[in-house]
C-alpha cells in the first residue's frame, strides 16, 4: 500500500509491503529531499504501532494524507 502526505509542495511517500523471503513487514519512506528510509519489523502488530506513532508525527509537523 502507499500513502503520499504533502506539506506545501513537498510529497512524502509510504509504501508498507511484506518481505516473503524475510517474513517483515517493510516500510519504505521516500523523504521529499531524496532520502530513502527503510524500516523493517517481525510482526504486523509493531508495524502498526510505529505507523501510528509516524502518523501522529507528520500531522504535528503538518504533513496532510
Do not use: H
Not at 510482526?43 to 496532510?64: F, I, M, P, V, Y
Amino acid at each position: 500500500m502507499v500513502w503520499l502526505y504533502e506539506r506545501g509542495s513537498a510529497t512524502l511517500q509510504i509504501e508498507t509491503r511484506f518481505d516473503n523471503k524475510t517474513r517483515e513487514m517493510v516500510v519504505v519512506l521516500a523523504w521529499p529531499d531524496g532520502r530513502a528510509q527503510v524500516e523493517r519489523f517481525a510482526d504486523a502488530g509493531s508495524c502498526r504501532t510505529w505507523l501510528r506513532d509516524l502518523e501522529q508525527n507528520l500531522n504535528k509537523d503538518a504533513w496532510n494524507l
